[in-house]
């Protein structure tokens, strides 16, 4: 199974928002409801940021949500803030029972 | 509270053999799937493949499957990623992470990774 696709940067500056998107096939993000993000800062653990295509968990601000349609999902950011600027991957089920990463996204606030 | 605390870093030579751990607490291991996860230096997360304690049902990322052996030991609540044979690509940094409470299908909380060298 191929990862999944995702911009290498997005940018943008304080207080705007920001959409990255994971594309994936019918066999992993368009078949399943199961598509999470992961934030990751240089040096730090991935930290989950959404499940489920749409769900936050606990302690996660809401600037941060998730969406998908087809075979693409992305995860939205707005107000965006400094401590926003990490690397960011999708990661879906896939038919197979197990599971895939998108490429990853850096994210820069200018 | 719930940790994974992984094994320390190694240093290796190709062709040697090495398992790494990782120790689950604060939760029944055996309820949780544990995944594990390689990024290799300045590169982007790689799933390799996830075990389910309680019974030891396996799965593999087909890139990884017949690389490494996953396993795992419920009685001491620790999960095992296995090389018999060291190759240089593989030096990375290797997580483990925990399926999670909310559908099982995201991860939830991650080992500190373990920096594995691999080189002659």
């Known amino acids: 199974q191929s990862a999944l696709t995702q911009p290498a940067s997005v940018s943008g500056s304080p207080g705007q928002s920001i959409t990255i998107s994971c594309t994936g096939t019918?066999?992993?993000?368009?078949?399943?409801?199961?598509v999470s993000w992961y934030q990751q800062h240089p040096g730090k653990v991935p930290k989950l940021m959404i499940y489920?295509?749409?769900n936050r968990p606990s302690g996660v601000s809401n600037r941060f949500s998730g969406s998908k349609s087809g075979n693409t999902a992305s995860l939205t950011i707005s107000g965006l803030q400094a401590e926003d600027e990490a690397d960011y991957y999708c990661s879906s089920y896939t038919r197979s029972s197990t599971r895939v990463f998108g490429t990853g996204t850096k994210v820069t606030v200018l | 509270e719930v940790q994974l605390v992984q094994s320390g870093a190694e240093v290796k030579k190709p062709g040697e053999s090495l398992r790494i751990s990782c120790k689950g607490s604060g939760y029944t291991f055996t309820t949780n799937w544990i995944a594990w996860v390689r990024q290799m230096p300045g590169k982007g997360l790689e799933w390799m493949g996830i075990i389910y304690p309680g019974d030891s049902d396996t799965r593999y990322s087909p890139s990884f499957q017949g690389q490494v052996t996953i396993s795992a030991d419920k009685s001491v609540s620790t999960a095992y990623l296995q090389w018999s044979s060291l190759k240089a690509s593989d030096t990375a940094v290797y997580y483990c992470?925990?399926?999670?409470?909310?559908?099982?299908?995201?991860?939830?909380?991650w080992g500190q990774g373990t920096l594995v060298t691999v080189s002659s």
């Open positions: 019918s066999s992993d993000v368009g078949g399943f409801k199961y």
């Open positions: 992470a925990r399926s999670g409470t909310y559908s099982g299908y995201e991860t939830d909380y």
């Open positions: 489920d295509v749409t």
